[in-house]
């Protein structure tokens, strides 16, 4: 068993602005492990938000490639090995693909999964001026959902200024911790008249328990608060989707059992992505095919044709190849 981990820079089409910063691009870990002269890709996105970097990754990675190698390490002892993070979704990444290619069967048919041809999946708009909101969304050719970048400026002039343009499409916002509970309570009758269906991420985790506080006019889905299945119980009674990730999950094999809690539990299910390359959608793909709300539009933002992997039309997400991963 041989792994290699290392990192590439994948750029944005354009900036694109949250509530944290403008992101303009950033680094991925891609991590390959060959066996018998085949190899298993995984990819993860590592975020400052997460109090993660390139270079821990990769150290976290390197600590643990000698026990990988000698083959004290599969998927299933990787998640008591690892913390939920990047590293181990790029590993655990790997270790699936690595399964599919030895076993000869495809990555739906181990996770016992019904592979659909397509996924609907939304186009986000970060936080620009009213106007440039009012542009871009008039210049989507019908878009199944839209996701709208708030905890900027002029929050509620863009949302006016999104549905000047697109009066009907299905709407979501996504805060990303940028607003005080005050600022939530006082955007929600807005947000509601609006047609919004649902917030993402409206206050930092730390400051979850104020949602007890809340007026739940509209919605909540825990973004940055929901990380694998030990979060889910102080979730509950304050949100109402989950937003799943496998870089926050730790792979795919948590994300599944996180989905699988989520539901049992009464949570609604979305799936997200970080900044990523076909090869870490294509897992996430499997995870929406289990979602009512699909965030998976990197394909449609990334600068570089071979960065996206999987094709976006604008409306649907379409499947992934084996060539690709799984």
């Known amino acids: 068993m041989k792994v290699v981990a290392q990192k590439q820079f994948v750029d944005l089409k354009q900036p694109f602005r949250v509530a944290f910063g403008t992101i303009v691009g950033l680094d991925i870990v891609e991590v390959r492990i060959e066996r018998d002269g085949l190899v298993g890709r995984g990819e993860c996105c590592p975020m400052d938000i997460y109090d993660q970097t390139p270079e821990s990754t990769l150290a976290e990675i390197a600590a643990i490639v000698p026990a990988i ?18 590293a181990r979704n790029a590993l655990d990444c790997a270790l699936w693909d690595l399964e599919a290619k030895i076993s000869g069967r495809s990555v739906w048919d181990i996770a016992g999964l019904e592979r ?32 709208l970048k708030l905890g900027g400026e002029q929050d509620l002039d863009c949302l006016c200024a999104l549905r000047a343009a697109r009066p009907d499409t299905p709407l979501f916002v996504d805060v990303n911790a940028g607003w005080t509970l005050a600022r939530l309570n006082d955007m929600a009758p807005a947000l509601a008249a609006a047609g919004v269906f649902m917030i993402e991420q409206p206050l930092p985790p730390s400051e979850d328990a104020l949602l007890d ?15 694998d299945r030990s979060d889910l119980a102080r979730l509950r009674g304050r949100y109402d989707y989950i937003n ?31 900044l990523a390359t076909g090869l870490a959608m294509a897992p996430a793909y499997m995870v929406a095919s289990l979602c009512e709300v699909v965030d998976l539009d990197a394909p449609l933002i990334v600068r570089h044709a071979a960065h996206a992997g999987l094709r976006h039309d604008g409306r649907l997400l379409h499947g992934f190849d084996a060539d690709l991963w799984g």
Do not use: W
């Not at 190698?69 to 990047?86: C, H, K, N, V």
């Not at 659909?116 to 106007?131: F, H, K, Y």
């Not at 506080?213 to 825990?222: D, F, Q």
């Open 69 to 86: 190698e000698r083959g004290e390490i599969d998927r299933l002892s990787l998640q008591r090995a690892l913390p939920a993070r990047s």
């Open 116 to 147: 659909p041809a397509t996924i609907v999946s939304d186009i986000s708009i970060g936080i620009l001026t009213p106007e440039e909101t009012y542009r871009v969304a008039a210049s989507l050719d019908a878009p199944a959902m839209i996701k």
């Open 213 to 227: 506080g809340y007026n739940r006019i509209v919605p909540l889905c825990a973004d940055e608060s929901c990380h």
């Open 244 to 274: 799943i990730k496998l870089d926050k999950s730790g792979g795919l094999t948590e994300a599944l059992a996180l989905a699988e809690a989520g539901r049992e539990q009464g949570f609604r299910l979305m799936v997200g992505c970080m």
